[in-house]
């Protein structure tokens, strides 16, 4: 059986209460209004009465005074009224367990996710890519998975990208065509999204989802705070983070059919920049997640200041539903408070469209399902007090309770661990290694082969110095013999000359001729 949560009093009635069935807190709902109506009190109060049943709650603090539900509140002359006009005495003022986080590491926790987990499909998305483009950037995705290249952080993706169009023309052939123009492309809105602060989104060690699901030791829900001021100048980002959660969510939850209260509730404040400037896609796959994980016991609650703000199709699946106050000052503003009356189930003590511009703070249009889950009639009633304090909290007071948080010091150091961007910084290293090994072979043996020629060279000269010194040395023993011969003839002459010689003439001519 569930408990029921009191959201408010009647306004004619203060006795009559106005509850919310824990049993059917997962069938979503919407609080709407202008600014200044009463929103964010009413968003605390459901908040912390999620808390105080053992209902973990997700909420993104937009403007940042939410962190005011961290402490417990005070009296004052303007809350004593209040009490009065509701006919209570007092109210139990407590803080909610609460845990901060902060996707920049600034106000809160850090919450981080990697390339991987988030996918190419929701990636895409924040990338606002094209069909075409989008089918490159899952081709990048399983060119990784086919090579063992983690992609966990901005600089894998990047070095990824590079990659691919590099080895574009060898890749062609098993993943199709990997267009230049569209991996420019993905790398131009990639460093357009690395502005909006996504660098610090993707990295580990990344988010356990689970750890959004704690109760304290009182049994109480843990409010997990996301410091989202800072977030909502990135829309983009903001609205593929919520959309990430909840896909994580409803892949890690078991079905637990009807329970007696959800295992968590979510609160997206500025619902409109989810689906503002959202693709078809993306629309398709917030509509999916918000109808599929009611089963999964997950409450989506959405704050925004119009209904109109919400596809049609997502706001038919909000069974809860506040409405504060709307202004009728132009046609549009008119349109939007008759959406916002034809959505509520018509009372007839009063006329629900006249009444919504009427509203005073803190006074909503309240329409939530009964025990059987069909939505109740529209009441008209005064929003209960919270119990926590109306001012934000301090940053210290910030600082100390995140200093004794469940998570202290699990996701305040980003890990870098060997990833793509290193397994393909560690591929270019080894290539020019091994370009410089070959280069200094070619270089070794070209000194070699000029050494060779070298020493040819060296051999020949020799050679032709060895053949100049032997034909000198034959021309010396010519010459030596000739120079012999010479001197034995010009003796031989002055031989001759004498009687001695000219009798040997004689003799020698005498036997030439055969006379003695």
């Not at 080895?167 to 098993?174: G, V």
């Not at 010479?486 to 004498?498: E, N, Y």
């Amino acid at each position: 059986m569930g408990t029921p949560i009191i959201i408010a009093k009647n306004s004619r009635d203060p006795s009559q209460e106005i509850v919310l069935h824990s049993e059917f807190a997962n069938r979503h709902g919407l609080i709407a209004g202008a600014t200044g109506t009463g929103k964010t009190v009413t968003l605390k109060v459901l908040a912390e009465n999620f808390s105080r049943i053992g209902v973990p709650v997700f909420l993104a603090d937009a403007k940042g005074d939410v962190s005011s539900i961290a402490k417990a509140g005070r009296s004052n002359p303007k809350f004593e009224q209040r009490l009065q006009l509701l006919g209570l005495d007092q109210i139990p003022f407590a803080a909610s367990p609460t845990v901060f986080w902060d996707v920049f590491g600034q106000h809160g926790h850090p919450i981080r996710t990697t390339i991987s987990e988030i996918g190419p499909l929701l990636l895409a998305q924040m990338l606002n890519l094209n069909d075409t483009q989008e089918g490159v950037l899952s081709a990048v995705f399983r060119i990784a998975d086919d090579q063992g290249l983690l992609l966990i952080d901005f600089k894998d993706l990047k070095a990824m990208l590079s990659y691919v169009s590099d080895n574009a023309a060898d890749l062609k052939a098993e993943y199709g065509n990997l267009s230049p123009a569209s991996i420019g492309a993905i790398q131009r809105n990639l460093l357009a999204l690395g502005d909006q602060g996504a660098e610090q989104f993707f990295g580990e060690p990344s988010l356990n989802i689970l750890d959004f699901i704690q109760t304290d030791a009182q049994g109480h829900g843990y409010i997990n705070l996301l410091a989202a001021d800072q977030l909502m100048n990135s829309p983009k980002l903001y609205a593929t983070f919520l959309l990430w959660m909840l896909s994580e969510l409803f892949e890690q939850l078991p079905e637990v059919g009807d329970a007696d209260k959800p295992k968590l509730v979510f609160f997206f404040d500025e619902a409109h920049l989810l689906f503002d400037n959202a693709s078809p896609a993306l629309q398709q796959k917030i509509e999916q997640v918000v109808r599929l994980i009611r089963s999964k016991g997950v409450g989506i609650y959405f704050i925004t200041q119009n209904p109109l703000d919400l596809p049609e199709s997502v706001l038919g699946q909000l069974g809860n539903r506040v409405q504060h106050a709307l202004r009728a000052f132009t046609p549009k503003d008119q349109k939007a408070v008759k959406t916002a009356a034809d959505t509520f189930r018509a009372n007839p003590d009063f006329k629900v469209d006249q009444a919504i511009t009427e509203l005073a703070v803190g006074e909503a249009l309240i329409s939530c399902l009964d025990e059987q889950g069909t939505p109740q009639i529209v009441q008209r009633g005064w929003v209960m007090p919270p119990y926590s304090s109306f001012s934000p909290l301090s940053d210290e007071e910030r600082q100390a309770l995140m200093a004794q948080s469940l998570v202290a010091g699990v996701y305040e150091k980003m890990v870098d661990r060997d990833s793509a961007y290193e397994m393909l910084q560690q591929k270019v290293s080894d290539r020019l290694e091994q370009e410089q090994a070959q280069a200094e072979a070619a270089q070794q043996a070209k000194q070699q082969e000029a050494l060779a020629k070298q020493q040819a060279k060296e051999q020949e000269r020799l050679a032709r110095e060895q053949q100049k010194a032997d034909e000198k040395a034959q021309r010396e023993r010519d010459k030596l013999t000739q120079d012999v011969l010479g001197t034995f003839a010009k003796s031989a002459a002055r031989t001759l000359g004498g009687p001695t010689g000219q009798k040997l003439v004689r003799g020698l001519l005498g036997s030439l001729f055969g006379k003695r």
